[in-house]
């Protein structure tokens, strides 16, 4: 029992220390708004192990480094990608031949991308003496790096931030050093005082959108509260508290409120860190009505070094489904839109290889007052690998799963699905690029009673990434509600299994995948509502494809199959009545249609041909 625990704390320990790996700007002299930490990517892996960087590992507290930021200087206007401000346009940190002019001994070397590989930049910076390196990306969010001729010299921390980030922190820097103060590494063991928690440690709801019908009690949907508290600092902490708010955005109102009671802990010794958890109960309101909530967790020490790390929100939204309730496991934004700030892809060169990024969704136990909603289409982001994601595409595949198991505790299986729809996709423009798109399904999915679905965004080319939202991590929640949240399948067609699943994602970070289920409809018309559809599909000779509203006039219809070839193509006039297309002479497979109407708009959708 004694070998248990000690794995157990040394466990808890890689997860602590791993969690408070940072970067953050801790003091700032011109402009307090920029204090606290940014998201980064690290230059190779956070423990060291890259084969193209020779950075220390960064999980290690005796690896932190501190220091003033200031700009790194090339002497000459570099210009290249994405070129930086004017007035700091030298600072990209490709010119080796101001090495001996410039000192950074003891500096943190802020430098743009753009011009040379990132080894070098980095690697420019160790010679001048720098102790970190902070690069600034060109356009958007941080990305990997690759160490390229000169990653496997530097042996000084290197992480990249985004350029809205960046940007913020240039006003205040300059090339020799004015009050900016950065700190890059792991807080483990840093401060002597430090209560701790991090957005995996605390508990959410298994879903942050869900439509009013899915959701209207406490007693279907409720909110369990509470979060892992622990000191990572030297010294013991004794009347810790953790206090939870749920706060109602429509009107200001505090609806949830939970203090608990005063707790202690044990000062950071050589591998153990005092991790407890604290239970702050369940809001579980009888009515749960339609509007945005914020969960506040606030942990309260007399004593604490730190604060940045003791503070964490997040919103669920409760959504109408009148009008298209919204379910989701990523944040949202005002407009019902997943949010992505990371994008993964598969990341391989065998063009057959194939991904499902999947969210999961189960029915309660049983619907309300016999009527049901019905999933309609799903919405996310993409960007393409390489440079361009025109004539790139991706499929919807909403499954059901029907293994059964109970949570957790019995590893889940993946041998019984049932597909239940499709959809499909081809992005015709680059103003597509990481924009939210809506992809309908072939059919309408109404769920049964406590059933699972998978809903995914699949493609059999690495060359699209699918859109993560890396702020939102479910490893607590998971390990609470012990049920998967968003489960992905990584493998080679010819010979998926379902050993090619896996529950846990990419180490906590979900799918940024928006279901859209629509209104309040009965079991005896939602057959109308499917009629929104073509139909029948699969077809045999004629399909009938009912329009948009309003639509009138010239129509070219134009069918493809999957490799891009034309096989029909037809030119009808239509007046506010549904469209006919004859479908004879096409062999039996599956096509994507493609309708263009007078005003220049088109529809898509993917039917299939069976006789």
Known sequence: ????????????????????????????????????????????????????????????PANAVQGCMVFINDGVNSGGIGTPPTTINYAFGCDTTNSTNQDLTGKIAVIYRGTCEFGLKAYNAQLRGAIGVIIINHTGAPTNMAGNTYGINVTIPVIQISRADGDAIAACIDTVCNGVVGFIGNRTGYYSNNMSSSMGDILMPENLSTPQHLAPNGTVFPVDLGLYAYNTGTNAQSGVTATVTVVRQSNGSTVYSQTSSSLDFNGLDTIFVDTQYIDLGTYAPSFWDIDTYTVTYTIDATADDYLADNIFSYEFKITNYEHGGFYSKSRTDDNSKPISNKYYSIESSIPEDVFDFCIVYRTPSSFFNGCCLYAEKLTFSCLPFDQTITG?????????????????????????????????????????VGQPIDVYFDTPVLPETNQRYLFCVSSFSYQIKVGFDDFINYKSTMEHYKQPINPMRIGHFAILSQTDWYINGYFGVTPAIVVNFMGEVGIDNINNEIMNFPYPNPTTNLLTIPLRKGVSGAVKVEVFDLTGKLVLSENQTIANEPLKVNVASIKNGTYLFQLTFADGTTDLFKISVNR
């Open 1 to 60: 029992m004694k070998k248990l625990f000690l794995l157990f704390v040394v466990l808890i320990y890689v997860k602590v220390s791993k969690s408070q790996v940072v970067f953050e700007i801790v003091s700032n002299t011109c402009d307090t708004n920029t204090l606290g930490s940014y998201p980064f990517e690290y230059a190779g892996e956070l423990d060291g192990s890259s084969i193209d960087w020779s950075c220390p590992d960064i999980t290690n």
């Open 392 to 432: 790139k595409d991706v499929d919807i595949i909403a499954y059901k799963w029907n293994d059964g198991f109970i949570d957790l505790d019995t590893p889940p299986t993946f041998n019984n699905f049932e597909i239940l729809s499709n959809g499909y996709y081809q992005f015709t423009s680059e103003t597509e």
